[in-house]
């Protein structure tokens, strides 16, 4: 744990100078952004090179890449702001100690209630493979279909602390959670502190909104439990039908779990940094937020920058943007276009001219007419936003002509059961106030005696949306057009283009969505979303917050109630932290990192087979009872003690879980797990067949296996021999 913490701040250190070179406009000097920009120059390296051969030399280079660019920037005599690398400092270790206390409490990879044995397998793998991408666990001889960046990452900092991967995958957790919270600090506070307001108060908040805060869901369950019986019944009752929780959880205060608040709108899962972390999985959606808000620096970066610095505007565009995009799109493909897009959305809302980064652009200066002016912008920001994506393409072409392309049985869905009105509020009620209050005071200056005409329009947007039975877009959609309006108006700040970039989110998945095997209608598709939608409005909610000026009431000390509310609010969001961490904490048994402590107690024996299968080099191919959902056994199927062979060594198994139809497609995935029952139940002939085209070098025979293929015998195949066996595993080496 210590290294791990002292490895994250010697990259905060050796960063600071390239952020600082970067992000020289920000009050911060990209202090907060110095732990993913010194990551991002880190792995690009490795990640080209790991193509030809991946090992520790690859390392080293990649090392020696960062060392020799921080070398370069800080040469150039930066300024560094001391006092906010000492802040960041601090929101950083109060980030990585909270998850580390998390996970102490809770360290285990268990197959129900997440991804981790997907997770960890790609940890393992990662560690095992001599060459990118990585075997595919699941699916033995191909290569890894699956966005694998941040377990490169996780596995690049295992490799340079000599961490076991065990104790590894939870303090990787930790390392991600504090460069995410920092990030918002130092992104919030410059933002606010362009526009002469406190740093600290901004940065904290939106530290806190980002790391801390949660939807209502947890508020309401005090409430309501708080009720007289039969009032309580009734509004949970009431709640229930309108969204996805349960009655019954809403009315008794001791059933408030940390899971419950993550499944409030229908047929969705609509997660938040706090739910993820404690969750504990080391995935994609979670693993890419800190990159998330280093594109979102480097767009406020764009955004703050003069007309007259050209190069420097068309540097951060063209060059800096598209490398930190491109890992973006290995760590979490889902957040490739939403970095594309926030980058669009500086370049259209600047006060500088859009079509002056385009080389060779031949359109002209602003024209007369406000539409053609706006038209012209537009356009512009669109070619931008073209040219981004297809440099950033170019930074990670292995991955775009190879694991991005290689899915199968996917394909845009539309019109999907929308939203409703209560369980959207529940969600994201809090942040949409804060915005409203927000740009509801700029908005009052600004039109002025249109302000009617404005808020007549605005009732008519929420008229029609709740008549189509699109309640988000009612509730969204205003404050869209209104922060679009202010931003065109420069009368508001970068806070705003977060603001936009959110709601655009928020409406597209309320109307397009990905069709895959992941989850039925749009489930993964919000899943994947509104994590991205969180951190980027929770990151402007802090620095609106202190943006907000108090009306002037008679008689009323103004700023005095202002304050107050503002306590409600945080009390507020962090009801569910403090009831739910309690809880976490109380429940422990055991204090300790080791993700591998309760298949030590649950299944011992198997673990000491699946130990010796560890120790032997390569990545031997293995088979094993595949995950499946078609099995007849229901404990073989997904989200059970199954490939845990695989997931806990990182050794490819021939057919691994379900997960593989949506990477591989129906047929392959079933031709697969046919071969496996072969291989377990065929003849001498049959199996010796298929273990030779397949190149399996061990086979597990353990309760799985028997319990689909009975009383499992290879009397009869020759080239097997008993390389491992106990009470419960035999593991057959194939000579």
């Given at each position: 744990?210590?290294?791990?913490?002292?490895l994250?701040l010697i990259?905060a250190?050796?960063g600071?100078?390239i952020?600082?070179?970067?992000?020289?406009g920000?009050?911060?000097?990209?202090?907060?952004?110095a732990v993913?920009t010194?990551?991002v120059?880190?792995i690009l390296?490795?990640?080209?090179l790991g193509h030809?051969?991946?090992?520790g030399?690859?390392?080293?280079?990649?090392?020696?890449?960062l060392?020799?660019?921080?070398?370069?920037?800080?040469?150039k005599g930066p300024s560094?702001?001391?006092?906010r690398?000492?802040?960041?400092?601090?929101?950083f270790t109060?980030?990585?100690?909270?998850v580390v206390?998390?996970?102490?409490?809770?360290?285990?990879i268990l197959?129900?209630?997440g991804e981790k044995?997907?997770?960890?397998?790609?940890?393992?793998?990662?560690l095992?493979t001599?060459q990118?991408p990585p075997e595919?666990?699941?699916?033995?001889?191909?290569?890894?279909?699956?966005?694998?960046g941040?377990?490169l990452?996780?596995?690049v900092?295992?490799?340079?602390?000599?961490?076991?991967?065990?104790?590894a995958?939870?303090?990787?957790l930790?390392g991600?959670?504090?460069?995410?919270?920092?990030?918002a600090?130092?992104?919030?506070g410059?933002v606010a502190?362009?526009h002469?307001?406190?740093?600290k108060p901004a940065?904290?908040?939106a530290?806190?909104f980002?790391?801390?805060?949660?939807?209502?869901?947890?508020?309401?369950q005090?409430v309501?439990?708080?009720?007289?019986?039969g009032?309580?019944?009734?509004?949970?009752?009431w709640?229930?039908?309108r969204?996805?929780?349960?009655?019954?959880?809403l009315?008794a205060f001791?059933?408030l779990?940390y899971w419950?608040?993550?499944?409030?709108i229908?047929g969705?899962?609509?997660?938040?940094?706090?739910f993820?972390?404690?969750?504990g999985?080391l995935?994609?959606?979670m693993?890419?937020t800190?990159?998330?808000?280093l594109?979102a620096?480097?767009?406020?970066?764009?955004f703050v920058?003069d007309e007259?610095?050209?190069?420097?505007?068309?540097f951060?565009v063209?060059?800096a943007v598209p490398?930190?995009?491109g890992?973006i799109a290995?760590i979490?493909?889902?957040?490739?276009?939403?970095?594309?897009?926030?980058m669009g959305?500086?370049?259209?809302f600047?006060p500088t001219?859009p079509?002056?980064?385009?080389p060779?652009?031949?359109f002209?200066?602003?024209?007369p007419?406000t539409?053609?002016?706006?038209?012209?912008?537009v356009?512009?920001?669109f070619?931008?936003?073209v040219?981004?994506?297809?440099?950033?393409?170019?930074w990670v072409?292995p991955?775009?002509i190879g694991?991005?392309?290689g899915?199968?049985?996917?394909?845009?869905?539309?019109?999907?059961?929308r939203s409703?009105?209560?369980e959207?509020l529940?969600?994201?009620?809090w942040?949409?106030?804060v915005?409203?209050?927000?740009?509801?005071?700029?908005?009052r200056?600004?039109?002025g005696?249109?302000?009617?005409q404005?808020?007549l329009?605005?009732?008519?947007?929420?008229?029609?949306?709740?008549i189509?039975n699109?309640?988000?877009?009612?509730?969204?959609?205003?404050i869209l057009?209104v922060?679009w309006?202010?931003?065109?108006?420069d009368?508001a700040?970068?806070e705003?283009?977060l603001?936009?970039?959110?709601?655009?989110?928020?409406?597209l998945v309320?109307?397009v969505?990905?069709q895959?095997?992941?989850?039925?209608g749009?489930?993964?598709?919000?899943f994947?979303?509104?994590?991205?939608v969180?951190?980027?409005?929770?990151?402007a909610?802090?620095?609106?917050i202190?943006?907000?000026?108090?009306?002037?009431?008679?008689s009323?000390?103004?700023?005095?109630?202002?304050?107050?509310?503002?306590?409600?609010?945080?009390?507020?969001?962090?009801?569910?932290?403090?009831i739910?961490?309690?809880?976490?904490?109380?429940?422990?048994?055991?204090?300790?990192l080791?993700a591998?402590t309760?298949?030590a107690?649950?299944?011992?024996?198997?673990?000491?087979?699946?130990?010796?299968?560890?120790e032997?080099?390569g990545?031997?191919n293995?088979?094993s009872?595949?995950?499946c959902?078609?099995n007849?056994?229901e404990?073989?199927?997904?989200?059970?003690?199954v490939?845990?062979?695989s997931?806990f060594?990182g050794?490819?198994?021939l057919?691994?879980?379900s997960h593989?139809?949506?990477?591989?497609?129906?047929?392959?995935y079933d031709a697969?797990?046919?071969?496996v029952?072969?291989?377990?139940?065929?003849?001498?002939?049959q199996?010796?067949?298929?273990l030779?085209?397949?190149?399996?070098?061990?086979i597990y025979?353990?309760p799985n296996?028997?319990a689909?293929y009975?009383?499992?015998?290879f009397?009869?195949v020759?080239?097997?021999?008993v390389?491992f066996?106990?009470?419960v595993?035999?593991?057959y080496?194939?000579?």
């Amino acid at each position: 744990m210590v290294s791990w913490w002292v490895l994250f701040l010697i990259l905060a250190g050796i960063g600071l100078p390239i952020a600082a070179t970067v992000f020289a406009g920000l009050p911060d000097r990209g202090a907060g952004l110095a732990v993913p920009t010194a990551i991002v120059v880190l792995i690009l390296p490795i990640y080209w090179l790991g193509h030809l051969t991946y090992n520790g030399i690859v390392i080293g280079i990649g090392v020696l890449v960062l060392l020799g660019t921080s070398y370069w920037c800080w040469s150039k005599g930066p300024s560094i702001d001391r006092r906010r690398v000492r802040e960041v400092a601090v929101v950083f270790t109060a980030g990585f100690g909270l998850v580390v206390a998390i996970r102490a409490a809770d360290p285990s990879i268990l197959p129900a209630g997440g991804e981790k044995f997907l997770d960890f397998g790609l940890l393992n793998a990662i560690l095992r493979t001599d060459q990118l991408p990585p075997e595919d666990i699941w699916f033995a001889g191909e290569p890894v279909q699956y966005y694998y960046g941040g377990h490169l990452i996780a596995g690049v900092l295992t490799e340079l602390t000599r961490t076991p991967p065990r104790y590894a995958y939870n303090v990787a957790l930790a390392g991600f959670f504090g460069s995410l919270v920092a990030a918002a600090y130092g992104l919030a506070g410059s933002v606010a502190a362009r526009h002469g307001h406190r740093f600290k108060p901004a940065g904290a908040f939106a530290a806190l909104f980002v790391g801390v805060a949660s939807n209502l869901v947890a508020v309401v369950q005090v409430v309501v439990a708080a009720l007289p019986v039969g009032i309580g019944e009734g509004i949970s009752r009431w709640l229930a039908e309108r969204t996805a929780l349960e009655a019954g959880r809403l009315t008794a205060f001791d059933t408030l779990t940390y899971w419950t608040s993550s499944r409030v709108i229908r047929g969705t899962i609509n997660e938040f940094p706090l739910f993820a972390w404690m969750n504990g999985d080391l995935h994609a959606h979670m693993m890419s937020t800190p990159f998330l808000l280093l594109a979102a620096g480097l767009a406020l970066a764009y955004f703050v920058t003069d007309e007259g610095a050209l190069r420097r505007r068309r540097f951060l565009v063209f060059g800096a943007v598209p490398p930190v995009a491109g890992l973006i799109a290995v760590i979490n493909t889902w957040s490739f276009p939403s970095v594309i897009g926030v980058m669009g959305l500086a370049l259209l809302f600047s006060p500088t001219d859009p079509w002056t980064v385009v080389p060779m652009s031949r359109f002209g200066r602003s024209q007369p007419s406000t539409w053609r002016n706006e038209a012209r912008r537009v356009l512009a920001a669109f070619v931008g936003v073209v040219a981004i994506a297809g440099v950033s393409i170019l930074w990670v072409l292995p991955f775009f002509i190879g694991p991005a392309t290689g899915a199968s049985g996917r394909s845009i869905g539309l019109f999907p059961g929308r939203s409703g009105l209560v369980e959207f509020l529940l969600v994201y009620g809090w942040l949409l106030l804060v915005f409203a209050l927000y740009l509801g005071d700029r908005a009052r200056s600004q039109f002025g005696d249109r302000t009617g005409q404005v808020v007549l329009a605005i009732g008519l947007v929420v008229i029609v949306s709740m008549i189509a039975n699109a309640a988000a877009v009612a509730v969204v959609l205003p404050i869209l057009g209104v922060a679009w309006v202010l931003l065109r108006r420069d009368s508001a700040g970068f806070e705003s283009v977060l603001i936009v970039a959110g709601a655009g989110l928020v409406l597209l998945v309320e109307f397009v969505y990905l069709q895959e095997q992941a989850g039925p209608g749009r489930m993964n598709t919000v899943f994947k979303t509104y994590m991205q939608v969180w951190v980027l409005w929770a990151t402007a909610a802090g620095a609106a917050i202190v943006r907000i000026r108090p009306p002037t009431l008679p008689s009323i000390d103004a700023s005095m109630v202002a304050r107050g509310l503002v306590a409600v609010l945080v009390v507020a969001v962090s009801v569910y932290g403090g009831i739910t961490l309690g809880i976490h904490f109380g429940n422990a048994s055991t204090v300790t990192l080791d993700a591998t402590t309760w298949a030590a107690s649950a299944h011992s024996e198997e673990l000491a087979a699946i130990h010796y299968l560890d120790e032997q080099p390569g990545q031997p191919n293995i088979v094993s009872a595949p995950g499946c959902w078609c099995n007849s056994v229901e404990s073989t199927r997904p989200y059970r003690w199954v490939n845990a062979p695989s997931s806990f060594t990182g050794i490819p198994t021939l057919a691994g879980w379900s997960h593989e139809v949506g990477y591989r497609g129906q047929e392959p995935y079933d031709a697969r797990v046919e071969d496996v029952r072969t291989i377990y139940t065929g003849t001498p002939e049959q199996r010796r067949s298929l273990l030779d085209r397949y190149d399996v070098e061990y086979i597990y025979v353990g309760p799985n296996e028997r319990a689909l293929y009975g009383d499992v015998s290879f009397e009869g195949v020759e080239g097997l021999s008993v390389a491992f066996d106990n009470e419960v595993v035999t593991i057959y080496r194939v000579t």
